[in-house]
């Protein structure tokens, strides 16, 4: 077995053979002595090295160490630098061949308005970066979409900070030739900046003193701003940071916690309210993990770029983002699954009916009063006692009848996979209502066993009172009756006087007996 050595290539630490570090050391002070006297010589040397340190990284992702075979390739690739004196064209079309690579996409620092995406996607399709720029403007009014996408290809899309990685944007072969072509025309472009600022500095110098005073103030209010501008941009990270939080560990509480859901203090965690809708325990808890992700992730990866931006964090955000991404479309598609699954439970109706006639009255009044309260919200009211659910979104109506008794109709509704399972979830409904002293007492609950799924069970109690009977309605029946609708339908001009007062239905209106 070969003895390895551990070499350092511009910070990167690669593993290698100790003949084929030789001819790598050979090679690299070939290099060094070629532009030791050269323009840029120390910058063209060092991104040479970084190249090839990002080469011999490539070629060792299946292999304990760099070989000899590796180093050969590489310097077929790159040239030796002996022949760059007589580079004629003929070796320029050789080499331009054997080392030139796919086009990469990143993004382009040097032409860049925002981060250097519409640049850098104009290098890799080759089309001008004005009409991609274009574009991206028009999508920035379809719901902001094209806002979006830019950020998140900002965040995808790797920065183009090396030669070779321009190089490889632009899909030029990275070869001594271009990378030597390309550190000179950056150190010169910097060199003609520098120029300039000097020159525009010595011509602001030579102006008069009120110009060099409204310059200064320039300058300053400048500067005010920016500073402004990034600690606002702190403060907006830091507000991000507390409200995705904050949401964050509520959705922990709700999906994984424990409620309070009644004045009773039943307290019940959010999975277990998943248990009256999911048939079997798998798929409540695979709902609950999925649908947890898929509300989670967007604001873990909020929470992870406003702590990056705000401290200042170097790491390697791209592959949290990315691994996050991947579990999020993971519960995406599993929370759609098991959505579309479950609203196959609610595809068919059934309606059921029972007939109730109560006993004959003592006296010509019937009273109508609830049996207990039911609660402030009057739509809504779910609690879990004595082993049963009760659940406070009954209807009541009050109807005339030619009759001369007084009959309870009530028509429960539910749903489900098949007709039979609805008919079976409808007649499960329990409903309790008694009568004394000439008061009809109702619940405000209709209630079904533990252990049943809840399946938009609802119960519409009628009933139907004779024209010949008063009736008196108690005002906190007002919490299963709607009033409005009862005085719209009979015809009723006051629907404020509905409650605690003495009506009678006369040719199918209602009126009251005792109202001024």
Known sequence: MKRTVNINLNGIVITIDEDAAKELNNYIDKVKEYYRNKEFGEEIVMDIEYRIAEILLQKKKNKASIDISDVQQLINQLGNPEEFEDYDEQKEQYQTVESSSIKRLFRD????????????????????????RLVWALAFFF????????????????QAKTTADKLEMRGEPVNFQNLKKTVEKEFK????????????????SSQNPLIRFFDKILHFVTDILTYAFKFLAKLISLFFIFIASVILIAIIAVFFGEVDINANHTHLGDVEILSFIFDNTID????????????GI??????LLALKYLLQISFDVKKVILIAMIIWIAGFIVTGYETVKLIGEFDHTATVETEFELPELTSDTLHIALSEPAGADKSFRLLIQDEQIKVGSVKAEIIPSKDTIVKIILVKKALGDTPSEAEKYAQRINYS????????ILSPFMTFNLEEKMRLQKLNVKIFVPETKIFYLHKDADEVIDQHQMADRFLFTNSENLFNHYLQFKHNRLTCLDCE
Do not use: M, R
Request: net charge neutral; charged share 5%; glycine share 8%.
């Open 433 to 440: 209502f008694n009568i004394q002293n000439n008061t009809l």
């Open 189 to 204: 472009n910097v060199k003609n900046t520098v120029n300039q600022q000097t020159e525009a500095f010595k011509n602001t």
């Open 143 to 158: 719901y902001g979409s094209g806002f979006l996408l830019y950020i998140l290809l900002c965040i995808i899309i790797p």
């Open 109 to 132: 620092p040097d032409n860049k308005i925002l981060c250097g995406v519409c640049s850098g996607l104009g290098h890799y399709f080759g089309i001008d970066p004005f009409w991609i």
């Open 284 to 295: 409540q808890w695979i709902f609950a993990v999925s649908a947890s992700a898929l509300i």
């Open 298 to 303: 967007p604001l873990f990866i909020l929470i």
